[in-house]
Protein backbone atom coordinates (compact mmCIF):
# COMPACT_ATOMS: atom_id res chain seq x y z
CA UNK A 1 0.00 0.00 0.00
CA UNK A 2 2.65 2.18 0.86
CA UNK A 3 4.16 1.62 -2.63
CA UNK A 4 1.08 2.47 -4.50
CA UNK A 5 0.59 5.60 -1.94
CA UNK A 6 4.23 6.30 -2.98
CA UNK A 7 3.70 6.00 -7.09
CA UNK A 8 0.47 8.21 -7.11
CA UNK A 9 2.23 10.89 -5.15
CA UNK A 10 4.98 11.36 -8.10
CA UNK A 11 2.42 11.11 -10.77
CA UNK A 12 -0.28 13.53 -9.79
CA UNK A 13 2.32 15.95 -8.31
CA UNK A 14 5.09 15.71 -10.83
CA UNK A 15 1.81 16.79 -13.57
CA UNK A 16 0.34 19.45 -10.86
CA UNK A 17 3.05 21.59 -11.60
CA UNK A 18 2.17 22.08 -15.35
CA UNK A 19 -1.91 22.29 -14.29
CA UNK A 20 -0.81 25.45 -12.49
CA UNK A 21 0.36 27.03 -15.51
CA UNK A 22 -2.75 27.08 -16.78
CA UNK A 23 -4.13 29.01 -13.98
CA UNK A 24 -2.29 31.91 -14.43
CA UNK A 25 -4.13 34.78 -16.67
CA UNK A 26 -6.50 37.33 -16.01
CA UNK A 27 -7.96 35.39 -12.72
CA UNK A 28 -5.71 36.98 -9.82
CA UNK A 29 -3.43 33.41 -8.34
CA UNK A 30 -5.48 34.04 -4.61
CA UNK A 31 -8.58 33.63 -6.53
CA UNK A 32 -7.07 30.65 -8.19
CA UNK A 33 -5.85 29.26 -4.95
CA UNK A 34 -8.93 29.92 -2.82
CA UNK A 35 -11.42 28.45 -5.70
CA UNK A 36 -9.10 24.84 -5.98
CA UNK A 37 -9.27 24.31 -2.44
CA UNK A 38 -12.37 25.21 -1.42
CA UNK A 39 -13.85 22.81 -4.40
CA UNK A 40 -11.51 19.89 -2.80
CA UNK A 41 -12.22 20.67 0.57
CA UNK A 42 -16.37 20.42 -0.02
CA UNK A 43 -15.98 16.71 -1.64
CA UNK A 44 -13.52 15.72 0.93
CA UNK A 45 -16.01 16.60 3.89
CA UNK A 46 -18.78 15.63 1.88
CA UNK A 47 -17.24 12.31 1.43
CA UNK A 48 -16.88 11.90 5.16
CA UNK A 49 -19.79 13.08 6.24
CA UNK A 50 -21.49 10.22 3.73
CA UNK A 51 -18.98 7.59 5.25
CA UNK A 52 -20.63 8.99 8.67
CA UNK A 53 -17.17 9.91 10.02
CA UNK A 54 -16.61 11.77 13.02
CA UNK A 55 -16.54 15.79 11.52
CA UNK A 56 -16.61 17.43 15.32
CA UNK A 57 -13.21 18.42 17.12
CA UNK A 58 -12.13 20.48 19.41
CA UNK A 59 -11.37 24.32 19.44
CA UNK A 60 -7.82 23.20 19.84
CA UNK A 61 -7.75 20.84 16.69
CA UNK A 62 -9.30 23.10 14.58
CA UNK A 63 -6.76 25.97 15.88
CA UNK A 64 -4.25 23.44 14.26
CA UNK A 65 -6.28 23.25 11.09
CA UNK A 66 -6.08 26.91 10.65
CA UNK A 67 -2.53 26.61 10.94
CA UNK A 68 -2.00 23.53 8.48
CA UNK A 69 -4.05 25.36 6.14
CA UNK A 70 -2.43 28.63 6.56
CA UNK A 71 0.58 26.71 5.95
CA UNK A 72 0.10 24.42 3.01
CA UNK A 73 -3.11 24.98 1.39
CA UNK A 74 -2.38 28.90 0.76
CA UNK A 75 1.22 30.32 1.19
CA UNK A 76 3.08 28.21 -0.06
CA UNK A 77 0.72 27.93 -3.14
CA UNK A 78 0.79 31.95 -3.58
CA UNK A 79 5.14 31.73 -3.48
CA UNK A 80 4.39 28.38 -6.33
CA UNK A 81 1.76 30.60 -8.36
CA UNK A 82 3.90 33.30 -8.56
CA UNK A 83 6.90 31.63 -9.22
CA UNK A 84 5.83 30.30 -12.41
CA UNK A 85 5.72 33.20 -13.72
CA UNK A 86 9.14 33.20 -13.76
CA UNK A 87 10.20 29.91 -14.15
CA UNK A 88 9.20 26.92 -16.55
CA UNK A 89 7.17 24.23 -14.13
CA UNK A 90 9.35 21.70 -14.16
CA UNK A 91 12.65 23.96 -12.62
CA UNK A 92 10.30 25.27 -10.17
CA UNK A 93 9.38 21.36 -8.91
CA UNK A 94 12.98 21.01 -8.99
CA UNK A 95 13.50 23.65 -6.22
CA UNK A 96 10.54 22.10 -4.26
CA UNK A 97 12.51 18.72 -4.57
CA UNK A 98 14.76 20.41 -1.71
CA UNK A 99 11.69 19.68 0.73
CA UNK A 100 13.80 16.30 0.98
CA UNK A 101 16.09 17.57 3.63
CA UNK A 102 14.05 20.22 4.75
CA UNK A 103 11.65 17.57 6.17
CA UNK A 104 14.52 15.57 7.81
CA UNK A 105 15.78 18.52 10.06
CA UNK A 106 12.08 19.40 10.72
CA UNK A 107 11.74 16.03 11.55
CA UNK A 108 15.22 16.05 14.18
CA UNK A 109 14.24 19.35 15.34
CA UNK A 110 10.29 18.65 16.12
CA UNK A 111 10.09 14.92 16.49
CA UNK A 112 13.64 13.62 17.66
CA UNK A 113 13.98 11.50 14.78
CA UNK A 114 17.55 10.39 13.30
CA UNK A 115 19.01 11.37 10.49
CA UNK A 116 21.05 8.65 8.87
CA UNK A 117 24.07 9.23 7.37
CA UNK A 118 22.84 7.71 4.01
CA UNK A 119 19.76 9.98 4.10
CA UNK A 120 22.38 13.07 4.72
CA UNK A 121 24.54 11.58 1.84
CA UNK A 122 21.67 10.59 -0.84
CA UNK A 123 19.93 14.19 -0.22
CA UNK A 124 22.99 15.77 -0.52
CA UNK A 125 23.83 14.15 -4.29
CA UNK A 126 20.13 14.93 -5.06
CA UNK A 127 20.52 18.58 -4.16
CA UNK A 128 23.96 18.83 -5.86
CA UNK A 129 21.95 17.86 -9.12
CA UNK A 130 19.51 20.83 -8.21
CA UNK A 131 22.48 23.04 -8.32
CA UNK A 132 23.68 21.54 -11.83
CA UNK A 133 20.68 22.32 -13.41
CA UNK A 134 20.10 25.71 -11.76
CA UNK A 135 23.69 26.69 -12.54
CA UNK A 136 23.65 29.32 -15.12
CA UNK A 137 20.82 31.36 -12.61
CA UNK A 138 22.75 31.09 -9.72
CA UNK A 139 26.22 32.31 -12.04
CA UNK A 140 23.86 35.57 -12.34
CA UNK A 141 21.46 35.50 -9.56
CA UNK A 142 19.90 38.47 -8.38
CA UNK A 143 16.46 40.02 -7.28
CA UNK A 144 15.92 42.16 -10.13
CA UNK A 145 16.12 39.13 -12.42
CA UNK A 146 12.79 37.30 -12.98
CA UNK A 147 15.18 33.86 -12.77
CA UNK A 148 15.91 35.18 -9.16
CA UNK A 149 12.59 36.01 -7.83
CA UNK A 150 11.44 32.62 -9.28
CA UNK A 151 13.97 30.83 -7.46
CA UNK A 152 13.07 32.27 -3.84
CA UNK A 153 9.69 32.34 -4.43
CA UNK A 154 10.16 28.62 -4.72
CA UNK A 155 12.38 28.47 -2.16
CA UNK A 156 9.82 30.08 0.34
CA UNK A 157 7.12 27.81 -0.34
CA UNK A 158 9.15 24.79 -0.05
CA UNK A 159 9.76 26.26 3.57
CA UNK A 160 6.12 27.20 4.30
CA UNK A 161 5.02 23.11 3.33
CA UNK A 162 7.74 21.84 5.23
CA UNK A 163 6.54 23.59 8.59
CA UNK A 164 2.89 22.16 7.04
CA UNK A 165 3.81 18.86 7.24
CA UNK A 166 4.86 19.58 10.67
CA UNK A 167 1.60 20.11 11.80
CA UNK A 168 0.25 17.51 9.74
CA UNK A 169 2.01 15.23 11.77
CA UNK A 170 1.11 16.29 14.75
CA UNK A 171 -2.09 16.36 13.91
CA UNK A 172 -2.55 12.89 12.76
CA UNK A 173 -0.56 11.41 15.92
CA UNK A 174 -3.29 12.94 17.89
CA UNK A 175 -5.36 10.50 16.29
CA UNK A 176 -7.16 12.91 13.25
CA UNK A 177 -7.82 11.31 10.01
CA UNK A 178 -6.61 12.54 7.35
CA UNK A 179 -9.42 12.81 5.46
CA UNK A 180 -11.37 15.07 7.78
CA UNK A 181 -7.78 16.94 8.82
CA UNK A 182 -6.96 17.46 5.62
CA UNK A 183 -10.73 18.83 4.38
CA UNK A 184 -11.10 21.40 7.43
CA UNK A 185 -7.24 22.13 6.08
CA UNK A 186 -8.17 23.36 2.76
CA UNK A 187 -11.49 24.92 4.20
CA UNK A 188 -9.73 27.11 6.34
CA UNK A 189 -6.73 27.84 3.70
CA UNK A 190 -9.39 28.46 1.08
CA UNK A 191 -10.81 31.11 3.58
CA UNK A 192 -7.70 32.49 4.40
CA UNK A 193 -7.44 33.02 0.60
CA UNK A 194 -10.33 34.79 0.10
CA UNK A 195 -9.44 38.45 1.56
CA UNK A 196 -6.38 38.52 -0.51
CA UNK A 197 -7.81 37.19 -3.85
CA UNK A 198 -10.60 40.27 -3.20
CA UNK A 199 -8.34 42.73 -2.76
CA UNK A 200 -5.71 41.87 -5.44
CA UNK A 201 -8.05 40.51 -7.63
CA UNK A 202 -9.44 43.43 -9.15
CA UNK A 203 -9.35 41.18 -13.18
CA UNK A 204 -11.52 38.41 -13.98
CA UNK A 205 -13.20 36.60 -10.96
CA UNK A 206 -13.48 33.20 -13.56
CA UNK A 207 -12.43 32.28 -16.45
CA UNK A 208 -14.62 29.68 -18.07
CA UNK A 209 -11.78 28.72 -20.58
CA UNK A 210 -11.27 24.77 -21.24
CA UNK A 211 -8.14 25.82 -20.43
CA UNK A 212 -8.46 27.51 -16.49
CA UNK A 213 -11.72 25.11 -15.87
CA UNK A 214 -10.12 22.31 -16.80
CA UNK A 215 -6.66 22.88 -14.89
CA UNK A 216 -8.70 24.11 -12.20
CA UNK A 217 -10.86 20.47 -11.59
CA UNK A 218 -7.39 18.77 -11.81
CA UNK A 219 -6.20 20.51 -9.27
CA UNK A 220 -8.67 19.94 -6.59
CA UNK A 221 -9.77 16.64 -7.60
CA UNK A 222 -6.57 15.08 -8.42
CA UNK A 223 -3.93 17.29 -7.19
CA UNK A 224 -5.52 18.22 -3.90
CA UNK A 225 -7.86 15.53 -3.15
CA UNK A 226 -6.04 12.34 -4.34
CA UNK A 227 -2.52 13.90 -4.56
CA UNK A 228 -2.05 15.46 -1.20
CA UNK A 229 -4.83 12.03 0.24
CA UNK A 230 -2.14 9.91 -0.67
CA UNK A 231 0.65 12.26 0.59
CA UNK A 232 -0.56 12.79 3.72
CA UNK A 233 -0.61 8.98 4.37
CA UNK A 234 1.96 8.00 3.33
CA UNK A 235 3.64 11.01 5.74
CA UNK A 236 1.61 9.76 8.80
CA UNK A 237 2.55 6.00 7.54
CA UNK A 238 6.09 6.13 6.98
CA UNK A 239 7.16 10.01 8.67
CA UNK A 240 7.89 13.40 6.48
CA UNK A 241 11.22 12.77 5.81
CA UNK A 242 10.82 9.45 4.38
CA UNK A 243 7.55 10.76 2.82
CA UNK A 244 9.61 13.33 1.01
CA UNK A 245 11.22 11.30 -1.07
CA UNK A 246 8.64 11.25 -3.58
CA UNK A 247 9.80 15.34 -4.10
CA UNK A 248 12.70 14.06 -5.49
CA UNK A 249 11.43 11.86 -8.36
CA UNK A 250 8.37 13.95 -9.44
CA UNK A 251 10.25 16.83 -10.43
CA UNK A 252 11.65 14.02 -13.38
CA UNK A 253 7.55 14.24 -14.38
CA UNK A 254 7.38 17.76 -14.48
CA UNK A 255 10.78 18.19 -16.26
CA UNK A 256 9.15 15.48 -19.02
CA UNK A 257 5.89 17.12 -18.85
CA UNK A 258 7.59 20.40 -19.59
CA UNK A 259 9.71 19.56 -22.62
CA UNK A 260 6.62 18.10 -24.44
CA UNK A 261 4.25 21.32 -23.17
CA UNK A 262 6.44 24.21 -22.60
CA UNK A 263 9.27 23.43 -25.29
CA UNK A 264 11.91 23.10 -22.46
CA UNK A 265 15.09 22.48 -24.04
CA UNK A 266 17.48 19.99 -22.84
CA UNK A 267 21.16 20.16 -22.40
CA UNK A 268 24.06 17.93 -20.94
CA UNK A 269 24.02 19.95 -17.82
CA UNK A 270 20.28 19.40 -17.40
CA UNK A 271 20.19 15.52 -18.05
CA UNK A 272 24.05 15.26 -15.59
CA UNK A 273 21.53 17.13 -13.00
CA UNK A 274 18.59 14.50 -13.19
CA UNK A 275 20.82 11.44 -13.41
CA UNK A 276 22.34 13.42 -9.83
CA UNK A 277 18.84 13.57 -8.49
CA UNK A 278 17.72 9.63 -9.24
CA UNK A 279 21.04 8.51 -7.64
CA UNK A 280 20.38 10.19 -4.73
CA UNK A 281 16.86 9.04 -4.55
CA UNK A 282 18.53 5.23 -5.20
CA UNK A 283 21.13 5.94 -2.39
CA UNK A 284 18.18 6.74 0.24
CA UNK A 285 16.04 4.02 -1.21
CA UNK A 286 18.86 1.25 -0.54
CA UNK A 287 17.42 1.47 3.22
CA UNK A 288 16.47 -2.33 4.07
CA UNK A 289 14.17 -0.81 6.65
CA UNK A 290 12.67 2.11 4.50
CA UNK A 291 12.15 -0.62 1.31
CA UNK A 292 10.55 -2.63 4.01
CA UNK A 293 8.36 0.43 4.53
CA UNK A 294 7.48 1.23 1.39
CA UNK A 295 6.48 -2.29 0.07
CA UNK A 296 4.48 -2.83 3.50
CA UNK A 297 6.47 -5.79 4.39
CA UNK A 298 7.34 -6.27 8.40
CA UNK A 299 10.80 -6.27 9.73
CA UNK A 300 12.37 -9.28 10.90
CA UNK A 301 11.95 -10.18 14.76
CA UNK A 302 15.08 -8.61 16.34
CA UNK A 303 16.03 -6.32 13.51
CA UNK A 304 17.68 -3.49 14.69
CA UNK A 305 16.67 -1.49 11.98
CA UNK A 306 12.96 -2.04 12.69
CA UNK A 307 10.67 1.35 13.06
CA UNK A 308 10.37 2.05 16.67
CA UNK A 309 6.29 2.96 17.49
CA UNK A 310 7.19 6.78 17.48
CA UNK A 311 7.97 7.17 13.82
CA UNK A 312 4.96 6.08 12.61
Not at 195 to 211: E, I, M, R, S
Not at 279 to 304: E, Q
Amino acid sequence: MNAVLYVVTVLIWGSTWLAIKGQLGDVHPTASIAYRFALAAVILLAWARLRGLPMRYPLRVHGQFVLMGGLMFSTNFVCFYFAEQYLTTGLVSIVFAMSLLVNMVFARVFFRRTIKAKMLVGGGIGLLGIGTVFWPEFQHFGLSSGSGQGILLSVAGTLVFCLGNVVSGKTQAAGVPVVQGTGYAMAYGALLMAPFAAFYGHGALFQPTLKYTGSLLYLAVFGSVVGFGAYLTLLGRIGGERAAYAMVLFPIVSLLLSTVFENFTWTGRDLAGVALILLGNAVMLTNPALLRRLTGKPAPAGDPAAPAPADR
